[in-house]
Antibody, heavy 123, light 107 residues
Framework: EVHLVESGGGLVEPGGSLRLSCGAS????????MNWVRQAPGKGLEWVSS????????YYADSVRGRFNISRDNAENTLFLQMDSLRVEDTGIYYC????????????????WGQGALVTVTS | SYELTQPPSVSVSPGQTVRITCSGD??????GYWYQKKAGQAPKLMIY???ERPSGVPERFSGSSSGTVFTLTINGVQTEDGADYFC??????????FGGGTKLTVL
């Protein structure tokens, strides 16, 4: 059974940093592109970033490019999201998500989701 | 940037059929996907590649695509289907776009 468990969320001031982690189990981690998707309070879903199974291909949404960094440790079956220069508008639940397409190196669609980590950016 | 447009809300009575639309200029070239989101829960994939249903998703859920419109149909709606539904597709340069979401109310 696929399991994705996020950790590292919390309260931070604007301009601060946080690092999210996502432990994966139940599948061959290095075979899948992984993603971060967020949802701000009362808003819709927003794709944040993706990283290919090898870690070589990385993509970001315009809203976070230059501030967030996605990475993975395939030996530890763990996905990371380093978030710097955080803004109030980055507040939300951040979901670790497995990509459903095992062929392409870009994000395609999302077949398994973690329960999410809450990030609150406030002064 | 590329946008997918959904109606903000729809209402339906139990047992009826509801259709939720998603429109986007790139949909004829890219697949559409649907997710169900209930409060306090993670989103759940309901339809992939326009009309494929993942294992475990009830048969009353189906998807279709025509031109620039992608549609989620729920036949025989049940009260438990009340949720937010989001469509999703692909933008350029390896990025992803979601629709704004449709709140389904089962009266």
């Amino acid at each position: 059974e696929v399991h994705l468990v996020e950790s590292g969320g919390g309260l931070v001031e604007p301009g601060g940093s946080l690092r999210l982690s996502c432990g994966a189990s139940g599948f061959t981690f290095n075979s899948y592109t992984m993603n971060w998707v967020r949802q701000a309070p009362g808003k819709g879903l927003e794709w944040v970033s993706s990283i290919s199974g090898s870690g070589l291909y990385i993509y970001y949404a315009d809203s976070v490019r230059g501030r967030f960094n996605i990475s993975r440790d395939n030996a530890e079956n763990t996905l990371f999201l380093q978030m710097d220069s955080l803004r109030v508008e980055d507040t939300g639940i951040y979901y670790c998500v497995r990509d459903g397409n095992t062929i392409v190196v870009t994000a395609d669609y999302f077949d398994f989701w973690g329960q999410g980590a809450l990030v609150t950016v406030t002064s | 940037s590329y946008e997918l447009t959904q109606p903000p809300s729809v209402s339906v009575s139990p047992g009826q059929t509801v259709r939720i639309t998603c429109s986007g200029d790139r949909l004829p070239k890219e697949y559409g996907y649907w997710y169900q989101k209930k409060a306090g829960q993670a989103p759940k994939l309901m339809i992939y590649k326009d009309n494929e249903r993942p294992s475990g998703v009830p048969e009353r859920f189906s998807g279709s695509s025509s031109g620039t419109v992608f549609t989620l149909t729920i036949n025989g709606v049940q009260t438990e289907d009340g949720a937010d539904y989001f469509c999703q597709s692909l933008d350029t340069n390896g990025t992803v776009v979601f629709g704004g979401g449709t709140k389904l109310t089962v009266l």
